[in-house]
């Protein structure tokens, strides 16, 4: 099993350009959920989906959207990006309950 | 207060030595507590997960919960250079479909 596969793990973006990180999980998980992690501050929920059809605000939604697009895939869109989105995305899934949850690889996205 | 508190650190040990690290959380109805271990450049993965009060062992590893206290550890016996990482903190609010997590301790094991 992949697990929770991001692409692209890489990618440079110009002020102002739009992009779609990509997030698909093989384990038949209900929830998915957005992170990123900048130095000093920890994982700070973006936007999650707690089940298939839903989707909620995290800590930082502000320029950022999502769509689920069925129980495997979970897409992060920026729509203009900025400076400040400049980080490391993670894509994690989980069974919805108090189970733990499993990351992807990462994504480090750099915004100049 | 924050939601999931962790000392940033570095947390020094020796290799051999027994690591302790810890995490308090504020919400008293919190109910599931995880320990992920993250290297550098890499993605956070599970080490322990804690349900209950009192400790919980795997290998060389002690998850330890105090929800009186609201407070979890993380032993980490016969430190080995391999372990040195950040290790976060986790935490699952109750009625919450979130883990709310900390900002990490860094260790680093000195052979």
């Known amino acids: 099993n992949a697990g929770v596969t991001q692409t692209p793990k890489f990618q440079v973006l110009k002020t102002g350009q739009s992009m779609t990180l990509q997030c698909a999980q093989d384990?038949?998980?209900?929830?998915m959920y957005w992170y990123r992690q900048d130095p000093g501050m920890g994982l700070r929920l973006i936007y999650y989906?707690?089940?298939?059809?839903?989707?909620d605000k995290g800590e930082v939604p502000n320029g950022y959207n999502v769509s689920r697009l069925n129980k495997r895939e979970f897409s992060l869109r920026l729509e203009s990006a900025a400076p400040s989105q400049t980080s490391v995305y993670f894509c994690?899934?989980?069974?919805?309950?108090?189970?733990?949850?499993?990351f992807g690889q990462g994504t480090r996205l750099t915004v100049v | 207060q924050k939601e999931v508190e962790q000392n940033s650190g570095p947390l020094s040990v020796p290799e051999g030595a027994i690591a302790s690290l810890n995490c308090t959380y504020s919400d008293r109805g919190s109910q599931s507590f995880f320990w992920y271990r993250q290297y550098s450049g890499k993605s956070p993965e599970l080490i322990m997960s804690?349900?209950?009060?009192g400790d919980k062992e795997d290998g060389r590893f002690t998850a330890q919960l105090n929800k009186a206290s609201q407070y979890v550890s993380l032993l980490i016996r016969d430190s080995q250079p391999s372990d040195s990482a950040t290790y976060l903190c986790?935490?699952?609010?109750?009625?919450?479909?979130?883990?709310?997590f900390g900002k990490g301790t860094m260790l680093l094991v000195s052979p």
């Open positions: 989906s707690a089940s298939e059809g839903t989707t």
């Open positions: 384990m038949n998980h209900n929830s």
């Open positions: 804690i349900y209950s009060n």
């Open positions: 986790a935490v699952n609010k109750s009625g919450y479909s979130t883990l709310t």
């Open positions: 994690a899934s989980r069974v919805l309950g108090n189970t733990e949850a499993f």
